[in-house]
């Protein structure tokens, strides 16, 4: 037989013949070309469609030269990614004229236009490059960047796939562009013009890179072997040497030498920093005056627009460059250019590496290089010109080169060497055994030269070997099958695997070469010239074709309905291959083009070697293990009979290659029974069966004979149905030959010496097999092959190993073949075979019993299924870690083939890169991360038999119980659990739109969408808020107190003695006190809607009116301020409509898409509005978002906005850049701090707000630093003294608090830590500013302002403390903030004697108070007696209570003076502790100051009143009001509510305008961002609160004189996310979830444990140790917050959305608050009598209550519901029914196929229907992993759930199987003695035999074991089994047969 494929074998047939024509030729036909878009740019469109413009048409024609034959290029490759994920397609980019096209097609799908490309002058080249650019700023890991570069005359644009552009100019003109690893290669065009230069310099540089489009165009150097150190490295300059080819993997070159006619291949790399700097060093040696025009100076000529070659359409290039934009896509990315000519500009002079480099002297250009284009853009520029700009300029900085080219190889020197032996086409292939080939076509010696490739041990460097010459006279890779693909000169198709050929192509409908009737052929009419082609870079036009050309891909030409033309096909007929195919050009992957000579061209595929999975795995096994030649020579023989004309179809592939490897090793495949008639193996029934030819249609023994021996009858007689109906089997005859003789082998065979190794990989591929369920059916293959092979290698233990897997196969393969012992002399015995056959089922077994084993032999990438189910046994059963991590030879024997080196060697190294924190989880999770790690997903898990799953399985219920947030998205769909999906989902994508709002915003019902419109309001997450405030309507109060867009009510009634004008000003006058409230409500309103809206792009921020009419009763009428009865304060509305703008904008959230284009875009053409929109820049900077703005546009706001708009900018430009030291923004405000510049600098006219906002910004962008020289000028600033023209006169208070405010910030916590401020004596000269004293004199650059004294202001050489006082105490508590300084918080203290009180202000002894609070900051007790404690002495003793009723008078003391004293310092003190807690919600905190509120409030209406002052009272009690609302930040507490309701409807007296801010900043902290955000403790958070919250409140909305108003928004920098909303995965809805809290252990508590019912504010992240979702009625998750809060972070941020998923059977708290209605706490219970009644009966109506998964719903409907007419028994029903409850209550719906399974294994045990012990292997494995005492031991100390499988089912299980195997002992006992004894025993029988054998752990060694001797009693046979390890209860067994 084997002859009659050696005839076979004679050519290898070629598939899928098509025509190939490229398909952006077709698409240029109806693409607007270049030409048609140049006109119509060139002239303004009205003109082009005007009456009279067609003159101008008419003349712009007459300037353009039409060409109709114009250059084409193409080339193809492998899509990678794109619309086309998993389909192999490929990829065309075509080039002609001016425009490139990109289209992306498969076999099976139309081609389609990707991408189209139309440019300004016409295409020279057009390639594909990949970029590295960097992910992140702060990440070093770079990403490929895929591009499309288009070469031009003048530049290259690059186009990016993700839609970037870019235009780099070249500064010469360009050979050729590469495209390699790094970026681009520019071969500089020959300068064999150049003339001879005079006095002689070195040569230019020839070869250029560019890593990035807005890098500079670098010069290459090369590193030449031989020279010494200071010569080595120097410029590519030799211009004889042409680069003929580039290789990204490896990354190499070749070059040609024109004079040495010598290829030469190069590496190419990135330069190292040593060889940069010789190479600079090497240049700066040179002269320059030796040299003419500089290489940077024409580059900088090219900027201002020369072009070193002409172009026809230059001066339209020039003419509409200003039309282009310029893509931005970030603030610090790279941008392209808007044209040519500004390249330079904004891609050159705007980058780090400005100048363009000349090298100065070592290399430059000619002057005659550099010629003018006859259209210039400067027709007076001249070359002339270039050499005087650079003679005049200065010597700019050389280019400092990016790569490097070391030599690798050189052709050896010829004797014949000629001038055109220049390689055509080089390209890099592999042959089967993957040893690469680097193969150059020389086409003038039709010559194929083939250079070995190998890489050395450390995979550093590249060894070329020997060089191989094949004829050819063209030739293609293909590397889909590591092989090419050479045109012969007779030719002749030739496939070459390497340098080995393996067979002649043969194209259907073309005949053989040696035909040679090219004579009878006509020629084709239409001749076609030679096609260029990217590979041989030639240019040749190319003519029409007649016949209609169809797109590519097309149907089969024989199928063309073309019949009346000369079709190809049929020219093909009769002419042979040798006329027609011209060249092969376009390979991709196992396709090429066939180039005719008619210029049409075909596509063919070349045949891989196999499609067969399985036999693809045996001959990746056979290659490893083989010696290449060996190997070659297998896979070159079966490559060409698989391959033949004519070949097999799939079906019969697998006995195909059985024939071939048995042919191989030496057997007589024609005298083996089971080999004689293989083909029919494989196919359906042997009716569908391809029939061999017969000599006649009569029947005849032979067909019968031919039947029964097929592998049909053999799988028929195993059948389930047969064996049921007790049919006796078969047996086929055996002829006189087949039983009497044994064959012998051919020693000769190419196999036979190695059939001991074949045969040892060919089992662990079996092995391999069996760990996969979708490989099943080929194990009963292969297992067919290997007892052949067992047998004739006398191996009995692996035949009987083989009888066990399958008992009914081995009858059919009886026959042997004899090796003798001089045969087995001829045959290698691998040190790694092993006479135990190797089986993974015991391995697992034994560990998971815990005994010992050896380590399991593998294949490396063959055997990765084995490989990594054994090491996870070994972590997951063993709990060994360094299996995966660091030993895993423990446990894998790795076979490795002498000469072979391992394959894919990373992936030992994969085994070790586990995350450090894995290292101290539990195993399961060790387990199921190493997992993910490896690449094994839910899809793998499906096909791992179910015993072998069932540890990995255990370990995924075990994780999903109990998860970690902090695992990847992979890991999460590993373990099923969708919330964690979808939350690694969130958390990994980057920062984008916020999804909550739209989610919740969507599906609101508009109800009083009209009323609340424009109240600003109307944007809060309601659904959000639902949940928090489920009890009353809170928020909707909230709106109605914080609204300002709708008219107040006024309420005045007119008494009878009043007149209507004086009833008018009465209106008005109550309307102005209301006015006062309207204007202070903004500030609130911003907290309240904080972060709550995501704008429209495309739409203006509405911004809600302020209203300030009112309603007057009883007719409504309305009531306005603008009348002119009554007097309004100038400018009044100015401040309130910047607050009203700051809480528009500060709707926005951080997460919203907007840029600077959109913040232009809000600015109000109406003059009125400026100061909202001041507001709104200020809101934007404290979000982040004013980085966005162009510079341009802050420049433009600052020189023409108003004084607000200065304030809100510079403020909100501060905020963004909090601590960054930013030196842009440093410089915007040091012009409007006069104390910052220097001292003859002129004088500019700053506002004096202007000058406070920029003093608190200056100490906000240097917040934290200890920057030495600010804090220099801003402690000089705090005791400023008025100048003598008026100069800082007014408002000096709140100045010089600023520049306190930001002194503290500055140096921020720093304490006495101060670096470098030893000698400015900070606290000294604070606590002078804050008690008085001499000023000091004024040093540094500033002294010479303050020289002169005021003529206004007399203070005299003394500090004027009630200027400076405020600013020094507030200065020193930030910088010794959290210190605990007991020394500097004694200079705090408030004075103990009634002297020393009288020289302090009361408000002042509040910011001590408060200060000295803040230093001592962990002295803060929650109680009022440390409140009170802060009070002296005597205060306290002589002060008037708060509770009495009674004034107590004495002539010694001042009363007035300690009742103020006292009030204020309780204010301070209550103030320090709203600081302390804030956003903590503490009960202790909030009762303290709650207490003091209600005496506050109580003295205000007592007569106390008088002696304090109400206005101090209103003072404090706001003061105690905000302190008690920071503590109970955004938790919306109904008492706090309550008081500042009863504030709001004060507008009488003393309630000015400040305190109505204070009130409702403190409903807007009780509220803030809507319940989602709350107040953090932090340093930076402290001092912003500090700013926003000054206790000192201002009297009308105009007063700035103590604080600037703008300062009370710094808030939103202490504002943090902390609300964690619980979504239901399923649903997409929030909704509640019981959450469990561990606080970490601190000074003043243990660790605790606390209860909260989410939605939840969470306390401060650095306080907490885990947060816990808790059962039972959602899945736990825990999100462990000890190893760092960055997780959690990033969850809040994003909405604090939580995602969970409700647990079957269960209702959300919501619908079921109590648990009552729950499924499972209804009378469904296990222990319930009628549980199996109600799963039988309401089995499918009980199951979709649990579960929504219609695989189970359908089991429940057909395999547990009864019908009436079905006669099903009533036990399977029970059964299935249990199952499925089961299932779907614990949630583990995977473990079902497990529990069906083996109830059906046995149940065909029972019924003797057992044709192989696949089953009962995973029943054993999963027996032993239940029973195993190392996870018994496991589940002991955890307290987890317990095992996966209930353990109720197994028993039962257990006891079915026991009760079978004895009762067929006890009747068939004889059999297994038999067994033992070696004896001939019923065959009958085998099948229940192997059960029993496998099931009780009878290893191979048991058979004949007794020998010869008669085993009599149970003793002698427990001690024959003793040494086999056989389990004693198995042993037990057999106690019976002696009874």
Known sequence: MSTIYEERATMIAAGDLQEFVPFGRHHCKNHPNAVNLQLRQLQPASELWSSDGAAGLVGSLQEVTLHEKQKESWQLRKGTGGDLEGVEYDEELYSTGNMVIWTRGSRGQTSYVYKAFTVDSPVLQALWCNFSVLQNKDDEQEVEEETVCIVQSACVEVHTVNGKDFISPLPFQVENVWSTKFGMLFERSNPATEVPQSPPRE???????????????????????????????????????????????????????????????????????????????????????????????????????????????????????????????????????????????LSRSHSPTIGMPSFSGVQRFNMSYH????????????PNSTLNDSFLGPETEPIVPQLCIDHLWTETVTSHREKTSQATKVFITTDFCEQKYLCFLVESHHQLRCVKLIESNDLSQLIFVSVTTISAKDAAPVESIDAMLVLEMNGSLVLYTGVTRVGKVFIPGFPAPSLNMSNLMPRPSTPIKGISTPTRMISKQMGHLEEVVMPSPVTELRSSSRLNETSLIEECTFQPVGTYIHSLRDSVHNRVTLEMTTGAMLRISIPDIASSELVKKCLLAIKYILPKDVAMKILIKWYNIYNAPGGPSSQSEWNLFVTCLMTLMGYNTDKLSWTRNIDFEGSLSPVIAAKKARPSDMGSDEDWQYLITSDYHQQLGMHTMICSLYLDSIEAFQSKEDLSSQFKFDISAPLFSHIPAVFYVLHLVYEELKLDNLMRDNTRSLVVLLIQLARDLQLHEYIDFYWRDYPSLTKACSQTCIIGEAQTSHMNQPVYFSVEPPSVFQWLCCCLKGESFLPFPYLPVICERTKLIILSFALYILGDYSAVSSEPSKYLLKISAGQRKPLKEHDDKRLSALRPSVLNSSLAEKLVTWLTQSGFTLRDLESVPIGVALPIRDAIYHCRTQPSSGWSEDVCMLIGRQDLIKQAHEVTIAKGKSTVGQMIGSDLPPANETEDEDDGMNDMNQEVISLIWCKDLRVQEVRRLLQSSHPVRVNVVQLPEVSDHEYIEEKENKLLQLCQRTMALPVGRGMFTLFSYHPVPTEPLPIPKLNLTGRASPRNTTVDLNSGNIDIPPNMANWSSFHNGVAAGLKIAPASQIDSAWIAYNKPKNAELANEYAGFLMALGLSEHLTKLATLNIHDYLTKGNEMTSIGLLLGVSAAKLGTMDMSITRLLSIHIPALLPPTSTELDVPHNVQVASVVGLGLVYQGTGHRHNAEVLLAEIGRPPGPEMEYCTDRESYSLAAGLALGMVCLGHGSNLIGMSDLNVPEQLYQYMVGGHRRSQTGINREKHKSPSYQIKEGDTINTDVTCPGATLALALIYLKTNNRSIAEWLRAPDTLFLLDFIKPEFLLLRTFARCLIMWDEI?????????????????????????????????????????????????????????????????????????????????????????????????????????????????????????????????????GFHMAHHMSLGLLFLGGGRYTLSTSNSAIAALLCALYPHFPAHSTDNRYHLQALRHLYVLAAEPRLLVPVDVDTNTPCYALLEITYKETQWYKETTVERMAPTLLPELHLLKQVRVKGPRYWELTIDVSNGTSHLQVILSKDGILYVKLRAGQLSYKDDPRGWQSLLAQTISHRNPEVRSFKVKKMPEAISAFTSDPALLLFAEYFCKSTKNAEYKHEPLVLFSSILYECVTQETPEILPTYIAIDQAVRRLEKNEISETFDFWQIKLVFEFCNSKILENRLRQTTGKGLLINSEFLPVIKCAIDNTLDQWLSDFGHVLMSYLNGEPYDETQTNMLSCFLVYHSFNTHGRNIFGNQDVKSFSELLSKFSPLGVPVQALLRLATLFV
């Open 203 to 345: 040569p230019l540089p020839t070869v250029f890179s560019m890593l990035h489009p807005l890098d500079e165009i670098a010069p290459v150097v090369c590193r030449s072997p031989g020279l010494s150190d200071a010569s080595r490295i120097q410029y590519v300059s030799d211009s004889t040497l042409r680069i003929v080819f580039t290789s990204c993997e490896p990354s190499i070159i070749m070059t040609y030498d024109t004079v040495q006619y010598l290829h030469t291949i190069w590496t190419l790399r990135k330069v190292r920093s040593e060889e940069k700097s010789a190479v600079l060093k090497y240049s700066e040696q040179m002269t320059p005056q030796y040299f003419g025009t500089s290489f940077g100076s024409h580059i900088r000529n090219i900027s201002k627009g020369d072009s070193p070659a002409s172009s026809p359409f230059q001066n339209y290039s020039s003419l509409h460059s200003q039309n282009r934009t310029v893509s931005s896509p970030g603030l610090h990315s790279r941008s392209h250019s808007p044209s040519i000519s500004n390249m330079a500009v």
């Open 371 to 382: 010629t003018p284009s006859p259209k210039r853009l400067n027709a007076s520029h001249s």
């Open 1421 to 1553: 007790v929650p109680d009022s007696e440390w409140v009170n404690s802060n009070v002296p002495q005597i205060i306290r003793e002589n002060s008037v209570s708060f509770h009495t009723e009674e004034i107590r008078t004495s002539e010694d003391l001042n009363m007035e003076t300690l009742a103020q004293a006292h009030v204020y310092i309780i204010a301070g003190a209550c103030m320090a502790l709203g600081f302390r807690f804030a956003g903590s919600a503490n009960e202790k905190a909030f009762s303290c100051l709650h207490k003091f509120v209600k005496e506050f409030m109580h003295c205000l209406t007592s007569s106390t009143a008088t002696i304090t002052g109400h206005y101090n009272l209103q003072t404090c009690l706001s003061v105690i009001l905000l302190s008690l609302s920071m503590v109970m930040a955004g938790t919306g507490d109904l008492t706090v509510l309550q008081f500042c309701r009863f504030l709001h409807k004060k507008t009488g007296g003393e309630m000015n305008y």
